[in-house]
């Protein structure tokens, strides 16, 4: 077959001749080049392979990057990404500390059989001690979500008497605002002493060596009964009441109840009375137990409701009364000296055998407001016996009835060794009670305060208690210890003394209201007084 020759002088398909543009870019095809690629934005990235770069700089593609050559000086470049989530810490923290922590159960292939990795019995008894202890570990942590916060079960608090509905309310002062009002400076709260009247016996240092290995059972002697007598009953009060005009008149009890109320979760009340003079005097009702010790008062665990049983808070805090009765007791050693003055009659058939120290002292506030206050002292130091001298010793007790209601820190186990963690699970469980003795040890100006460790000899008997220890601090230390602030306490007196000033003359009282963080003033009709 013969091919015959095309006449056709069209040009042939493919590229031309190249065209001479300057203003255009040009560059050689290549294999690595993506087709409909306007713009090359990944060119010079971290991600690039070693080929691409290689055929790029081979290539030329360089002609094709974006370039910008106005004025970048207004340039910014905006970051639209999703901001992160705000993190909740409380709320973490909180939900995270209810969780119990799942102990460590060691996994065999013996997991279908009682035998341990070694074929006995081991490993299956400790499977059980294991399931055991987290059983208790979540039994503990749901019981803060099914008795309630500490704000929850002050809602169900007894009140401490029934306010009638004629009752005027005069002042409502939050916590909140309490706690704001702190004084700038301790030292323009001028003291003096007025009297020290009574006997006084010298603290039994010996006490210093007991521990808990070394214990030390405390007597159960009956000890006469302490006189309760308010301010307006005590004559030497009165007749200084007649000396200083328009003072303010009360004792350590009440005036150190009301300088750490913003701590307190039980209701308790205070009596005020003002004459037509302006002085006030703040009296105890007499069936109030405010001059009680109170047990676990702030503590996240719940005592017992059934009002019969011995961990209950009514009979605890009989019992730690009792308790401290009986420490005081034990640590005083020698006859009782004499402090210059007798004690006054207080109208009780058991003031012979009653034998107490009292200190009435004057503090004059910045705004010039007159404090009169009766102090009690429990011993003179052991170091400076002589009475003259005003080394006065506080003594206060702690009261251990069961360790599971201390986060399950046992004092026989840890308070040898570990005093802080002991000191701070009880300043966590009974923070009104601590703070209250701060402020009655700073009233009383006492040089030492010694804290004595009691707990039940058994814990199903309350009436045996043994001696585990005793602690001494200076006030200022053991407030510094607990994370109390003098300045604090003064501040919240201050703001009552100031809303006390306010009011006419008549019967008020100070009440500290079961469901809610606040303090009323409420004026009451004279008949009150009497109320049981």
């Not at 006189?227 to 007749?239: C, F, G, T, Y």
């Not at 034990?330 to 007798?342: D, H, I, Q, T, Y």
Request: aromatic share 10%; with cysteine.
């Amino acid at each position: 077959m013969a091919w015959s020759l095309s006449d056709d002088t069209r040009p042939a398909w493919g590229p031309g001749p190249r065209i001479e543009q300057p203003d255009v870019p040009y560059a050689p095809f290549s294999r690595h080049d993506a087709i409909g690629k306007p713009c090359d934005w990944s060119a010079g990235s971290a991600t690039e392979t070693f080929a691409s770069r290689q055929a790029k700089s081979q290539y030329g593609s360089a002609a094709f990057s974006y370039r910008h050559d106005q004025d970048e000086g207004q340039f910014s470049i905006v970051d639209s990404r999703a901001g992160a989530r705000p993190r909740r810490e409380g709320f973490a923290r909180k939900w995270v500390a209810m969780q119990p922590t799942k102990p460590f159960v060691p996994l065999t292939r013996y997991q279908g059989s009682a035998a341990g990795p070694s074929g006995g019995p081991g490993s299956m008894m400790r499977r059980k001690k294991y399931k055991t202890r987290y059983h208790d570990l979540s039994a503990s942590s749901s019981s803060r979500s099914r008795f309630g916060s500490r704000h929850d079960r002050m809602r169900e608090a007894t009140p401490s008497l029934q306010v009638d509905e004629s009752w005027e309310i005069l002042h409502e002062l939050a916590f909140a605002q309490l706690n704001r009002n702190v004084i700038e400076d301790e030292d323009n709260v001028q003291v003096k002493d007025l009297h020290v009247v009574g006997s006084i016996r010298v603290f039994d240092s010996s006490l210093d060596h007991v521990s808990s290995k070394l214990t030390k059972t405390l007597p159960r002697s009956v000890l006469p009964a302490e006189p309760s007598v308010s301010a307006s009953d005590d004559p030497i009060l009165v007749r200084l009441a007649d000396e200083f005009p328009g003072a303010i008149l009360a004792t350590d009890v009440l005036l150190g109840a009301m300088m750490a109320s913003t701590r307190s979760v039980n209701s308790w009340d205070i009596f005020i009375r003002k004459r037509e003079d302006g002085t006030v005097f703040l009296d105890k009702r007499a069936a109030s137990k405010i001059d009680q010790f109170s047990a676990h008062e702030t503590s996240p665990v719940p005592l017992d409701e059934d009002v019969a049983s011995i961990n209950s808070a009514e009979n605890l805090s009989k019992e730690a009364t009792y308790v401290h009765k009986q420490f005081v007791n034990l640590s005083l050693k020698g006859p009782a000296l004499s402090l210059g003055e007798e004690l006054p009659s207080f109208s009780n058939a058991s003031d012979k055998a009653f034998n107490a120290a009292f200190r009435y002292r004057k503090f004059t506030l910045e705004d010039g407001t007159v404090l009169i206050v009766r102090c009690q002292m429990d011993a003179l130091s052991a170091k400076y016996p002589d009475p003259s001298l005003k080394k006065f010793v506080s003594i206060r007790t702690f009261h251990e009835f069961d360790p599971k209601f201390s986060n399950g820190v046992s004092w026989r186990q840890k308070l040898d060794s570990q005093k802080g963690l002991v000191l701070s699970q009880e300043f966590k469980n009974n923070a009104f009670k601590v703070t209250r003795w701060i402020a009655e040890t700073t009233l009383g100006g006492s040089t030492f305060i010694r804290l004595g460790f009691v707990s039940r000899t058994s814990l199903g008997d309350p009436s045996s208690h043994t001696l585990l220890g005793v602690i001494k601090f200076q006030p200022d230390q053991f407030a510094l210890q607990v994370g109390v602030t003098t300045k604090s306490l003064w501040g919240v007196l201050d703001l009552l003394v100031e809303k006390i000033k306010e009011v006419d003359s008549g019967l008020f009282m100070l009440y500290r209201v079961p469901s809610l963080e606040a303090l009323r003033i409420y004026k009451v009709p004279s008949s009150a007084f009497l109320l049981a």
